[in-house]
C-alpha cells in the first residue's frame, strides 16, 4: 500500500458526460501529479499540483482540469467525455516539487467511455 | 524529441533465472532514474531509483545499473519468482522537469 487513495475504483459513463477523480496523497507529501494510461500504452504525464498551485503541465486536454485543495486532495475533472478517454487514471504524490523524488502511485480509476 | 525507451517489450525467463530489463533514455540531462513496477490492474510500485552521480545500486534481489556513456539503464533481477511477473518501467527526470516514463517491458516469469 502506497498510501495514495484513488477513488472511485471504476466509473463507467457516456460519451458526453464529466466526470470527476480523487486522489488524497500521502501524509505528508504536498505534490500530487496524474497520469492517464491507456491500454497497452506507458503512463502519459497530465499535470502536477504543488501545495495547491499548478506547477506543471503535460499532455493535458482542454477538455481536463485538475485542482488541489488546502487539504492537499486532488481532483481530476473530465469533461465532454469521449470514447478515446476511457484509460487508467494515476495520481501519484511526492514530498516537494522538483521530481527528483520518488512519486508513490494509488491504485488508480478506470474509466471506461461508452 | 528526446525520450525514455526500452529495448525489449516483452522478457520470459524461467523461475529461479536471474531477470535483466534495459532501458535506452537520450535527455543526457537527466540526472534521477527510477524502475517502477506494475502489476496488472494496480499502479505502478516503486522499486529502486539511482541518482547520476552513482552507477550501480542495490536492493533487496534487484541492482539497477546506470551507464552515462550510452545513457543505459538496467535493471537485474535475482533468482526470478513468479510474484516478479509484470511490466517494469524506467522513469527519468532532472530538476525542474518532468517525470518521463518508457513504454514498459512485460517481464512473465514460467514456473
Known amino acids: 500500500d502506497s498510501g495514495v487513495t484513488q477513488t472511485p475504483k471504476h466509473l463507467i459513463t457516456a460519451t458526453g458526460q464529466r466526470v470527476t477523480l480523487r486522489c488524497s496523497p500521502r501524509s505528508g507529501d504536498l505534490s500530487v501529479y496524474w497520469y492517464q494510461q491507456s491500454l497497452d500504452q506507458g503512463l502519459q504525464f497530465l499535470i502536477q499540483?504543488?501545495?495547491?498551485?499548478?506547477?506543471a503541465k503535460g499532455n493535458i486536454l482542454e477538455r481536463f482540469s485538475a485542482q488541489q485543495f488546502p487539504d492537499l486532495h486532488s481532483e481530476l475533472n473530465l469533461s465532454s467525455l469521449e470514447l478515446g478517454d476511457s484509460a487508467l487514471y494515476f495520481c501519484a504524490s511526492s514530498v516537494d516539487r522538483t521530481g527528483q523524488n520518488t512519486q508513490y502511485f494509488g491504485p488508480g480509476t478506470r474509466l471506461t467511455v461508452l | 524529441g528526446e525520450s525514455v525507451g526500452l529495448h525489449l517489450p516483452t522478457l520470459s525467463v524461467q523461475e529461479g533465472d536471474n531477470s535483466i530489463i534495459n532501458c535506452a533514455y537520450s535527455?543526457?540531462?537527466?540526472?534521477?532514474f527510477i524502475w517502477y513496477k506494475q502489476e496488472s490492474g494496480k499502479g505502478p510500485q516503486f522499486i529502486i531509483d539511482?541518482?547520476?552521480?552513482?552507477d550501480k545500486r542495490q536492493g533487496q534481489r534487484v541492482t539497477v545499473l546506470l551507464n552515462k556513456t550510452v545513457k543505459h539503464l538496467s535493471l537485474q533481477i535475482a533468482a526470478t519468482q513468479p510474484g516478479d511477473s509484470a511490466v517494469y518501467f524506467c522513469?527519468?527526470?532532472?530538476?525542474?522537469?518532468?517525470?518521463?516514463f518508457g513504454a514498459g517491458t512485460r517481464l512473465t516469469v514460467k514456473p
Open positions: 522513469a527519468e527526470t532532472y530538476i525542474g522537469n518532468d517525470m518521463r
Open positions: 535527455n543526457s540531462a537527466s540526472d534521477y
Open positions: 539511482i541518482r547520476s552521480n552513482m
Open positions: 499540483y504543488y501545495n495547491g498551485e499548478e506547477r
